[in-house]
């Protein structure tokens, strides 16, 4: 490996639905490939960690499908093909993301994972260090669009290691059919909750767990109004600095076809958080055992930035203060994927406005060292 390190005016970093738009967007303002033109004096390169394209999308489960995206993975520029509603939607979504790749000849790197970012000598204005499993990178600027799947949060309940039986993530889900003939907890008030318990309760007996009465919306849901509101309530969070919560927390859970099959179901009645585990079930919060075979943790992802910790970018309260994708301590970081483009409805609108904003930011510094 060759110590010195490469070059590029902005390193992406994540090639999933926000870190593509961001690219097309670097592209389109005239930034050119970092690979083709390493001398440039406005280029990029998209660092990816996975092994082919597709972000996030091609670790999802296999009964997740096509119906049930209505289009949200949407490209800039790109029209989606007609798909098979009963196809996999990891198998759909990659081979799309990947012609939009293709079709631009956007400069990909992978599978390379970034472990850190940091300042040259703290210096506020100078080059960022992208630190990976495959060299180093000097760039003017990051856009970090790293997501939450690979981040998965995994709550602690006493008891939690004397359970005999098995216990996994959203994350690790494959198929409902590992749980024929079980009896199987639920944990989480979320998308995915829901979608796992209407599929795990076909063939198994299932227990639905959440810390707080889900809100589920009454009513017709309108998707450009609750959008705006939404984005407003996590906005004014990101702004504040204040840590945000998943989409959910802010909107509500609306009665999809999978939430209504579970109703009917009757599979969707939620208990209270249990006290505590045990070897063969949890402890009710009124005092009664369940007997459990599994434990499903459907317990959502955080963002995924644990290789931007040496620019200290969280405050006191945990939180990143942000003006639009910018991290206000450090107009160089974009986030994108995070706070109010955490959801992929708005993703592309962030690699644009990331790249807007940036594109002013950097005929405003000084020239590269």
């Known amino acids: 490996m060759n110590d010195s390190p ?23 303002r005239g930034f050119t490939s970092a690979l083709d033109d390493p001398d440039g004096t406005r280029t990029f390169v998209v660092l990816d960690a996975n092994r082919a394209p597709g972000g996030a999308w091609q670790h999802r489960w296999p009964s997740l499908k096509v119906a049930t995206l209505n289009g949200i993975f949407a490209l800039p520029r790109y029209r989606q093909p007609a798909l098979d509603p009963d196809e996999e939607s990891r198998i759909a979504v990659p081979r799309y993301f990947a012609g939009f790749e293709r079709e631009y000849a956007l400069p990909v790197l992978r599978p390379i994972a970034v472990s850190s970012v940091r300042r040259v000598d703290d210096d506020p204005t100078g080059d960022l260090i992208v630190e990976t499993n495959r060299g180093r990178w000097m760039a003017r600027a990051v856009i970090n ?10 709550p602690h309940y ?12 959203t994350h690790d889900y494959v198929s409902l059919d590992e749980f024929a003939g079980q009896r199987v ?11 796992q318990l209407e599929e795990i309760s076909r063939v198994a007996t299932t227990f639905w767990y959440t810390r707080r009465e889900p809100v589920f919306i009454e009513g017709h849901f309108e998707p450009e109004t609750t959008g705006r509101e939404t984005i407003a309530k996590v906005v004014a969070d990101v702004e504040a600095g204040r840590p945000t919560g998943s989409v959910v927390s802010y909107t509500g859970l609306g009665w999809t076809p999978y939430a209504v099959a579970a109703r009917e179901r009757g599979a969707l009645v939620r208990r209270p958080m ?3 585990i045990e070897p063969h079930g949890v402890r009710e919060a009124d005092g009664s055992f369940t007997t459990l075979d599994a434990i499903l943790w459907a317990t959502g992802f955080k963002a995924d930035l644990e ?12 939180g990143i203060r942000m003006r639009g994708t910018q991290v206000a301590s450090d107009p160089r970081v974009h986030l994108i994927g995070f706070g109010p483009s955490q959801s992929t409805v708005g993703a592309n609108r962030a690699g644009r406005d990331a790249v807007s904003a940036l594109a002013k930011h950097l005929n405003g510094m000084p020239a590269a060292s």
């Open 185 to 195: 907890a639920i944990v989480g008030g979320g998308i995915s909750a829901l979608q």
């Open 145 to 154: 669009a790293t997501g939450t799947w690979n981040n998965p949060v995994h």
């Open 158 to 169: 006493p008891g939690q290691e004397t359970f005999l039986g098995r216990q996994l993530h």
């Open 274 to 276: 249990f006290t505590r």
């Open 6 to 28: 490469r070059r590029a005016t902005v390193v992406v970093i994540g090639a999933g639905q926000a870190g593509l738009s961001a690219a097309y967007h670097l592209q389109h």
């Open 307 to 318: 290789h931007l910790t040496p620019l200290q970018l969280r405050n006191e309260l945990g």
